[in-house]
């Protein structure tokens, strides 16, 4: 459908409406542009400024730690340390003492050289001892630690490695070799102290991580948890695309914009993140008014919209529903309208149009009702026993048998017969009787085919009894099936008559054994049925089916199947609520 056409064919309402929301939307259009555009800008500054922060914070942790593996290194050629790896054996207890302290004094210095220190520890396996500048005392050696420790996985990428939940630097001597070391210099890391770093690297709301370079360590900016804050939870597997560029990702059903850092020196990562929600801060006013003034404009359109209706839709949808009830037939409407403008004027013509109606009704209803029972009694008159000329010759060779049996039973059925055909009462007649006279015609065509036809009339069920119908409506059906499937049969033919009583209807059915019945020929007795137009002759079948239409409408008739012996079954249908009325 077109937009004009679909334009033309809306309500008024819809229409007001919709013209309202034309206008506005290209205001309302031009602010979200706007809203967008500064949104963008302020998303571009955080973007550099992020980028920047996390490359110079990866600057300072990058080269905090490198000078203090540097000075690791250093520590190698120490000569006190040198004769307690080597010659502890051969020292006296006071040289051996006097290099430990001055040991425990040079260890303490590198201690001190950074903040990301948290112990210095140096383990001599030739002494089964370790000094460390956390304690004054020489203790003993660690062996789960010192076995552990004593071989980082690759020292050229990066010292780190992870041991009891901490992060040490390991530099063992000799390196490289596949012999045992002569002594192990560690540093631990301080976790707290990188967490504060963290946290002030980032700004409120805002997340940082800092990891190894195969994430076998990761430290966040939030502490209290060794895994770092939930939303940073296998955030080492994100890939990023580009070193130090900003991209958004989800993490925790959260969004972020984040920027990731690598060193060149150790190969580990910072991870920075800032949730967008705090990015679009700055606009969240604005964006907020937006709203507001949308809510308002739509309240006002809806405002206007409404009043338009009472004043214009609501007298012409009054109006339009008293047109439909006009068209269900309910004839006896009337409309007031309290004002005395257009549509008083208009409302008044229609109250005058709907009397005139009903008196016009009246007259057409009263023409049809006699033309109905004008054609119901002509229908009822062509209903003609063509049958008993054949009975009276079967009687006149019984009589001339002398078969006095026959012949009185054919005469007593011929009585009944003629009795009830020629009776002037009432159109309509008990189901019982109207059953009684299909049976005595069934009686009566026993007598004429004797054995060639087998015949089975059930008994009209008891709730049906009394139950009014049309006379002569099962009697032609009757008669058809004997007419065009019994009456050339040598042998074996099959009548049967069912009833069947439901709340709602009554359904009695006629069903015989007739040969050449098919689906097509089947399809095309109906398709008559279903175009008879009330013109014209009509005799049997048809002019049985018309008849119930005239009386009950169209839920009653004939309906037409095939049997279950190849012949044709004829259910004719009555709606007992119809009926009983």
């Not at 502490?223 to 989800?250: C, H, I, K, W």
């Not at 005799?539 to 044709?568: D, F, P, W």
Request: glycine share 6%; charged share 25%.
């Amino acid at each position: 459908m077109k937009p004009k056409e679909l334009f033309a064919s809306m309500r008024i309402i819809p229409k007001l409406v919709l013209t309202f929301l034309l206008v506005l939307i290209p205001l309302y259009a031009i602010g979200l542009l706007m809203n967008e555009s500064g949104s963008r800008n302020i998303k571009q500054e955080i973007a550099s400024s992020l980028s920047s922060r996390s490359n110079l914070y990866m600057e300072i942790v990058d080269n905090d730690l490198y000078r203090v593996h540097q000075l690791l290194r250093q520590y190698v050629n120490d000569e006190d340390l040198q004769n307690l790896s080597v010659k502890a054996e051969i020292m006296s207890d006071f040289e051996r003492t006097q290099a430990a302290l001055r040991l425990k004094r040079r260890l303490d210095l590198l201690k001190q050289s950074s903040g990301f220190v948290a112990n210095v520890t140096a383990m001599i396996p030739l002494m089964n001892r370790s000094l460390s500048s956390n304690d004054n005392s020489i203790l003993e050696l660690d062996r789960p630690q010192f076995e552990a420790l004593r071989q980082p996985p690759s020292r050229l990428v990066s010292p780190f490695m992870m041991w009891d939940d901490r992060l040490f630097m390991s530099m063992p001597y000799p390196e490289g070799t596949n012999r045992p070391p002569v002594f192990l210099l560690l540093i631990e890391i301080s976790k707290p102290e990188l967490q504060a770093a963290l946290a002030q690297f980032t700004n409120e709301g805002g997340e940082a991580l800092l990891a190894g370079m195969n994430g076998d360590w990761s430290i966040a900016s939030e502490a209290g948890s060794p895994d770092g804050p939930p939303t940073m939870a296998g955030l080492g597997q994100v890939q990023f695309d580009r070193n130090g560029e900003t991209q958004y990702l989800s993490v925790s059903n959260t969004s972020y914009m984040a920027v990731r850092q690598q060193s060149e020196r150790f190969g580990m990562t910072l991870t920075m993140l800032v949730p967008t929600e705090k990015i679009n801060a700055p606009v969240t006013t604005y964006r907020k008014w937006m709203l507001a003034l949308s809510a308002a404009s739509i309240a006002i359109v809806l405002f206007f919209s409404f009043s338009i209706y009472q004043i214009i839709h609501r007298p012409l949808r009054s109006l339009m529903h008293s047109f439909r009830r006009i068209e269900q037939g309910q004839l006896n409407q009337t409309v007031e309208y309290p004002f005395k403008d257009e549509f008083g004027y208009l409302y008044d013509r229609f109250n005058s149009m709907v009397k005139q109606l009903n008196v016009l009704v009246h007259e057409v209803y009263e023409q049809q009702y006699r033309a109905k029972l004008s054609e119901l009694r002509h229908l009822q008159s062509q209903i003609n026993p063509h049958f008993l000329y054949n009975t009276y010759f079967i009687l006149y060779r019984m009589a001339k048998r002398e078969d006095t049996e026959n012949v009185v039973r054919l005469t007593k059925h011929l009585g009944e017969y003629f009795q009830y055909i020629t009776r002037d009462g009432s159109d309509e007649v008990p189901l019982e009787k109207e059953a009684h006279h299909a049976r005595t015609y069934t009686d009566i065509q026993t007598i004429r085919f004797g054995h060639r036809i087998e015949t089975r009339f059930d008994d009209v069920p008891p709730e049906a009894v009394q139950l009014g119908v049309p006379r002569l409506i099962l009697q032609p059906i009757i008669e058809n099936a004997y007419h065009h499937a019994l009456e050339k049969k040598t042998k074996e033919g099959w009548l049967h008559v069912s009833f069947a009583y439901s709340p709602q209807r009554v359904v009695i059915s006629v069903e015989d054994n007739g040969d050449d019945w098919t689906a097509e020929k089947l399809e095309s007795l109906r398709l008559t049925l279903r175009a008879d137009d009330g013109h014209g002759e009509r005799t049997g079948m048809i002019n049985v089916h018309r008849r119930l239409r005239i009386k009950y409408g169209e839920q009653a008739g004939i309906s037409l199947a095939l049997g279950e012996r190849g012949g044709l079954r004829v259910d004719i249908e009555i709606p007992i609520e119809e009926a009983s009325e």
